[in-house]
């Protein structure tokens, strides 16, 4: 696992990896500095929501979502948790949103006047994943890699909205319903560490989806943002 991690981190794995762990975030090594300088209680459990690129296939991976897609899923947390003031909720932005325009939703604007318990990390104000095994009490995603790296990383346990390529594998917390899902939020403040078996399973499949799975697929080149901006990309 730690061959694994270490290639992702040096940006050798996948391209979201190459800017989760950009030498430009900040990295945090205790939830203390990260809660002073976002101005949270830190006595509060920190509770972070890894937004999805909104527009990247939401309908057309897995099998079934809870709700009706990212932006769905992201609005009706992003409600929930302004009436539950039990923990501290954090709105990390997708660390490649960079490559996933959309021109219909404005982030800082959903995120102005917002209680003092709520804080969004912007595109351009990212910290390094590794912050969130010394920041996280918990991680919630829709369908994100996030279900299974911060289980891995440190045993942080995360709740998913959807079907996943590691659902029923023993370590995430997997409501097949709306209610069920905001019950587990609701009682986020309760939820403790994984257990050493379930961190186990989560570097299994940390290990499996970013080495065994791999294959080398030449006919697909890596594009710069610039070269996705390309006007004339569709006759090269």
């Not at 219909?104 to 318990?117: K, Q, R, T, W």
């Not at 030449?218 to 610039?226: D, W």
């Amino acid at each position: 696992y730690e061959q694994v991690f270490a290639k992702q981190v040096a940006g050798k794995g996948t391209a979201d990896g190459l800017y989760a762990f950009s030498p430009q975030n900040k990295l945090y090594h205790d939830r203390q500095s990260f809660c002073h300088d976002y101005r949270l209680d830190a006595q509060k459990k920190n509770v972070f929501v890894m937004l999805h690129a909104l527009n990247d296939h939401p309908h057309s991976h897995f099998r079934w979502l809870i709700f009706q897609d990212y932006y769905d899923w992201f609005i009706q947390t992003l409600r929930f948790a302004q009436s539950n003031r039990s923990v501290n909720w954090v709105f990390k932005q997708h660390p490649s949103i960079k490559y996933y325009v959309t021109r219909d939703v404005s982030f800082d604007s959903i995120f102005a006047g917002l209680p003092e318990n709520i804080r969004y990390i912007t595109e351009h104000d990212q910290i390094d994943t590794r912050s969130l095994a010394h920041c996280a009490g918990m991680v919630v995603t829709c369908i994100g890699s996030a279900g299974f790296e911060l289980p891995a990383m440190a045993g942080i346990p995360s709740i998913t909205a959807g079907d996943n390529c590691y659902t029923g594998l023993g370590f995430a917390l997997e409501p097949r319903t709306k209610e069920e899902y905001f019950n587990i939020l609701s009682n986020a403040y309760n939820i403790g560490r994984l257990a050493p078996e379930q961190q186990v399973r989560a570097r299994a499949a940390y290990i499996h989806i970013y080495q065994f799975s791999r294959i080398s697929m030449s006919a697909c080149p890596i594009l710069s943002l610039a070269d996705e901006k390309d006007k004339n990309i569709s006759s090269w």
